[in-house]
């Protein structure tokens, strides 16, 4: 069975840190491309980093670029997301999700992430940084 466990949301002053994990299971995630979108009350899910874990490459929307560092441990089958310096603005649910080959190929050619071309979705985490 396909999983993805999103996890280490919480509350955190302007400036902080967190770090958010996406174990999966079920699959390899060097087979696929993975991605963290989020997500506000009445907004549309954007999609803020992605990694294609098999050559490397990695995305990030120009607001977090600087900020937030996407990573991957092949051994553990978990991609985290390193956030630092978060703003008020970046409060919103996190989600993890995984794609096959247009993810893949979308993050390669910096095309960002596309919601509906992810296959899998794990549920996700809280994160409130508060001014």
């Known amino acids: 069975e396909v999983q993805l466990q999103a996890s280490g949301g919480g509350l955190v002053q302007a400036g902080g840190s967190l770090r958010l994990s996406c174990a999966a299971s079920?699959?390899?995630?060097?087979?696929?491309?993975i991605g963290w979108f989020r997500q506000t009350p009445g907004k549309e899910r954007e999609g803020v980093s992605g990694?294609?874990?098999?050559?490397?490459?990695?995305y990030y929307i120009d607001s977090v670029k600087g900020r937030f560092t996407i990573s991957s441990d092949s051994a553990k089958n978990t991609v985290y997301l390193q956030m630092n310096s978060l703003q008020p603005e970046d409060t919103a649910t996190y989600y993890c999700a995984a794609g096959g080959y247009s993810v893949i190929a979308a993050l390669v050619q910096g095309q960002g992430l596309r919601a509906h071309e992810y296959d899998y979705w794990g549920q996700g985490t809280l994160v409130t940084v508060s001014s």
């Open positions: 990694i294609s874990s098999s050559d490397g490459t990695k």
């Open positions: 079920g699959f390899s995630i060097d087979d696929y491309g």
